[in-house]
């Protein structure tokens, strides 16, 4: 089982719907068995996969205690946890969605309380007497080792913090994706999750190994549910580029306006200074980097999201007319390229075309 992120430390550039559609893709198109795992508190992409009206029943339980929960979210990973404990409730069952052809494990935005446990615990991993610190920063990899027979691909759909939620997702994945817009704000993010990498990652793998060592005495017993070594730091598939304005001219060519190529010309230098130094080490050339460009979806991102579906299997039954069957087929096109880019660079070339 492989564990991709889809992050940036940027909102607004389109993460949920990627993840969302790339993974009805791996389902659909590469015949994958593919889990979503929602970490994000905002729990956009539990309302988009299950509908809003199913997302709202999963939820409105842990706000009305009164209520049976007809689902686990992800929180349930915390039930009955006391600050200082050092295990988790792996028990927490993912639900299929029909339309995506793919399960998912809820969010929930009482994941946010926990920001500021999951930060102290990373704290603790300074102090050679806590097995808690380690244990917990590491919980979402315990939870995805019960899964680990269920699913050959898991996407993580992310918040853009780089705050300790975030931090131990990518410290639970092997792999990431960078989806992005056109515009300086991205060229930022770019510098930021460099710096970030460079902090965190290597204090782990060191806490790892000293952590290793002095707790020889109880190693066996927990050492499935460590990742012994930040894998995320050389993983990095790729990015794409939601699509930006061009304009047809007098003689019939196509061409990006001056602004925004601007920006655009500013992209490959960035991501070969900031990025490539984390990409996966099979990845030879920029070229492999960039997955591909997000059309303009218009009306149908929001008919998508108010059905429940992704965009692959909208019908007429849910509303599609006349313009919106043009704008399905081109973005079905786009992620039939940007997922054979990304099994390319996984190196699972079986299932592409």
Not at 179 to 196: E, G
Not at 281 to 299: K, Q, R, Y
Request: with cysteine.
């Amino acid at each position: 089982m492989k564990t991709i992120a889809i992050f940036n430390n940027k909102g607004g550039v389109g993460k949920t719907t990627f993840c969302a559609n790339l993974a009805t893709h791996f389902a659909m198109k590469h015949n994958k068995r593919v889990l979503v795992l929602d970490l994000d508190p905002q729990a956009n992409i539990t309302h988009y996969m299950l509908g809003d009206e199913l997302a709202s029943e999963v939820i409105a339980p842990y706000y009305d205690r009164n209520l049976e929960k007809p689902h686990q979210t992800i929180v349930d990973a915390f039930d009955n946890y006391e600050v200082g404990e050092s295990t988790i409730n792996t028990d927490v069952t993912p639900i299929f969605c029909e339309r995506f052809h793919a399960s998912i494990i809820a969010g929930n935005p009482f994941l946010a309380s926990y920001e500021d446990i999951l930060s102290k615990k990373w704290n603790e991993l300074s102090d050679p007497d806590s097995v808690s610190g380690m244990r917990i920063s590491n919980w979402i990899n315990t939870i995805l080792e019960t899964q680990k027979e269920n699913y050959d691909y898991v996407f993580i759909d992310l918040s853009p913090s780089l705050g300790a939620i975030n931090r131990t997702a990518l410290l639970a994945s092997d792999f990431f994706i960078s989806p992005m817009s056109c515009d300086i704000f991205s060229l930022v993010a770019i510098k930021n999750i460099k710096q970030w990498f460079e902090k965190w990652v290597p204090y782990y793998n060191s806490k790892y190994e000293t952590f290793k060592t002095e707790k020889e005495h109880i190693w066996d017993k927990i050492k499935a549910d460590l990742k012994p070594k930040v894998t995320i730091d050389s993983g990095f598939l790729g990015y794409t580029l939601q699509s930006y304005i061009s304009r047809k001219h007098a003689d019939g060519t196509v061409r990006t306006t001056q602004s925004y190529q601007r920006i655009i010309d500013n992209f490959e230098p960035e991501i070969d200074a900031n990025l490539s130094i984390f990409k996966k080490p099979e990845i030879n050339t920029h070229a492999e980097l960039n997955l591909g460009e997000i059309p303009h979806m218009f009306g149908i991102l929001a008919l998508s999201q108010f059905v429940g579906a992704p965009i692959a299997t909208l019908n007429s039954t849910d509303g599609m007319a006349g313009s919106q069957y043009t704008q399905a087929k081109n973005y079905i096109k786009a992620f039939d390229v940007i997922s054979d880019r990304v099994m390319h660079n996984l190196g699972d070339v079986s299932d592409v075309a």
